[in-house]
């Protein structure tokens, strides 16, 4: 997260999920609140969950907001559609997982998952 650190951003916690949107990696900068974690995993989990970006769910909740919450409620509280989740996809574009990031405004969480997955030379959406 020295990205964000360079960048100016207010201190941010990040969650890898896999392809199942188990938990793989998750680290909170100092100064970061608690509450971090569980947006950050609701970013990635949900964009894992339905194959596309956070921003896109963002998106999609605007027309149907009563469903998305509905999701929320029945995914057990896992699913926040903001932006702020990127998928993680291999060489051949399939789903290897999403991360997600909270801490600062919806584009620089974006912005950081997604320095994070071109960092190690794999395709975000």
């Not at 789903?95 to 909270?102: E, T």
Request: with cysteine; hydrophobic share 40%; charged share 20%.
């Amino acid at each position: 997260m020295l990205h964000s650190s360079e960048l100016g951003f207010k201190p941010m916690t990040v969650v890898v999920v896999d392809d199942s949107g188990d938990i793989k990696a998750a680290q909170r900068q100092d100064g970061a609140s608690m509450f971090r974690f569980d947006v950050a995993l609701g970013k990635a989990w949900g964009a894992v969950a339905f194959g596309t970006s956070s921003r896109d769910l963002g998106e999609r909740g605007k027309d149907n907001p009563n469903f998305y919450l509905t999701l929320a409620s029945t995914a057990g509280g896992k699913l926040l559609p903001q932006a702020g989740a990127v998928l993680i996809k291999d060489e051949s574009g399939v789903i290897l997982g999403a991360v997600g990031a909270s801490g600062g405004s919806g584009d620089e969480d974006e912005r950081i998952c997604i320095h994070g997955v071109d960092s190690v030379d794999l395709s975000h959406v």
